[in-house]
């Protein structure tokens, strides 16, 4: 049934409220232009890529084309964060071999930003809830830490609202008409147009767009909750237990403190399975095992036999694992937010920024070439 009291005319629609189309909302809305953000399910669902207790923040990053967008998300989280309270920095610490570190450090140092470097045994003296033989190493990123993810989408969809933003929930889009002047935009409950919409629609993104030509298909991530045995105070980030990645020498797998909750360790694998969007979410078990299998040989006081709790998450992955930041090449008044692979999270403020700007026509400081929807893939980088 249409909603007779909202005036369906709107400068920009943002279609899918997760983190980065609640962070492209509030960029407009504090702009003053009229916004609608419409999502499918309720603001605060379980079903997307947002949603959780926390995420990592880090500056290591696989590529030098993601330094400036994450040096850019540190000062917008920053901005956020005083008004939400939702950043906690803890470090982070990235365990690999001798060749990968050194090429992460040479990173950090070409951007003039400050990490130190550990070796072997030096990681277990700096944080003894780890083990690790002379063939590791770390590099330690001090300002890296954990972002309270639900916390934080609600508080970005507070500022928008607070700015002027429509918010829309519980409004599936059943289709986008696109015209030389305008979009109208077709939902289960009323009928809107603006001169520009932007699509941040998470594992939906080919849903909403079975044209888009680049691949971003969802997979879904198993993220386990392990519990941990003694030595509490080693594994609490208030005592500077820092969120954690080892790779290189093992399978490619993660852990963070006991934020979600207590005494209870979050980690998982950087590995998914292809699903439909909206089909069964039943993830296999070796989303455990294998993460398991390393955790047993290198932290102390974790018993891993069997995860305490499970959650699903969905991810939205490019063959190359590069973001989709661009305007469509077949309807210029549409453009696309997307293919964020498992670590979109920590850029949102900046690709949300980016994504405003690029529908109001405003200049970008950053280069997008590497997002482009036409892009050639390429293999995904080592580090």
Same mark, same amino acid.
């Given at each position: ?73 540190? #000062? ?32 950090? #140092? ?95 993104? #080919? ?101 305490? #709790? ?74």
């Amino acid at each position: 049934m249409a909603d007779n009291n909202l005036k369906p005319e709107f400068d920009v629609i943002v279609i899918g409220a997760g983190i980065v189309g609640s962070c492209a909302a509030y960029q407009l809305a504090k702009l003053g232009k009229r916004v609608a953000l419409i999502e499918q399910f309720a603001f605060d669902n379980n079903k997307g890529s947002s949603h959780g207790g926390s995420r990592i923040f880090r500056f290591i990053t696989g590529e030098k084309v993601f330094f400036s967008l994450i040096k850019d998300s540190l #000062k917008e989280w920053k901005n956020l964060e005083k008004e939400s309270g939702q950043e906690l920095q803890c470090g982070y610490l990235w365990m690999g071999s001798h060749e990968g570190s050194e090429a992460r450090a040479k990173s950090f #140092k070409d951007f003039g930003i400050p990490f130190e470097y550990l070796k072997g045994k030096e990681i277990g003296e700096k944080f003894p809830q780890f083990e690790f033989g002379p063939e590791w190493a770390a590099i330690l990123d001090p300002q890296g830490g954990a972002l309270l993810a639900d916390k934080c989408v609600s508080a970005v969809q507070r500022l928008a609202k607070s700015h002027g933003a429509f918010l829309r929930d519980h409004e599936p889009v059943l289709r986008i008409e696109p015209y030389d002047d305008k979009v109208e935009v077709f939902t289960s409950k009323n009928k809107y147009s603006a001169k520009k919409i932007i699509i941040t629609a998470g594992p939906w993104l #080919k849903k909403v767009l079975p044209d888009l030509k680049i691949k971003a298909e969802p997979q879904l991530m198993g993220v386990n909750y392990y519990k941990v045995t003694g030595n509490y105070d080693n594994f609490k980030t208030e005592k500077g237990s820092p969120m954690f990645l080892m790779s290189d020498l093992c399978d490619c797998v993660y852990g963070l403190p006991d934020i979600d909750f207590p005494g209870l360790i979050k980690g998982g694998i950087h590995m998914g399975i292809r699903i439909d969007a909206d089909g069964k979410r039943e993830f296999p078990d070796w989303m455990h095992t294998i993460p398991a299998k390393w955790f047993s040989k290198h932290i102390k006081d974790m018993d891993v036999s069997k995860p305490v #709790k499970q959650v699903a998450c969905m991810y939205t992955v490019t063959e190359d694992e590069y973001f989709i930041i661009d305007q469509s090449p077949t309807h210029p008044n549409i453009y696309i937010g997307g293919g964020f692979s498992g670590y979109g999270f920590k850029y949102a403020p900046t690709v949300g920024k980016i994504l405003a700007n690029l529908a109001l026509g405003n200049p970008i400081s950053h280069d997008l070439s590497a997002f482009s929807v036409t892009r050639e893939m390429k293999q995904k980088s080592k580090l």
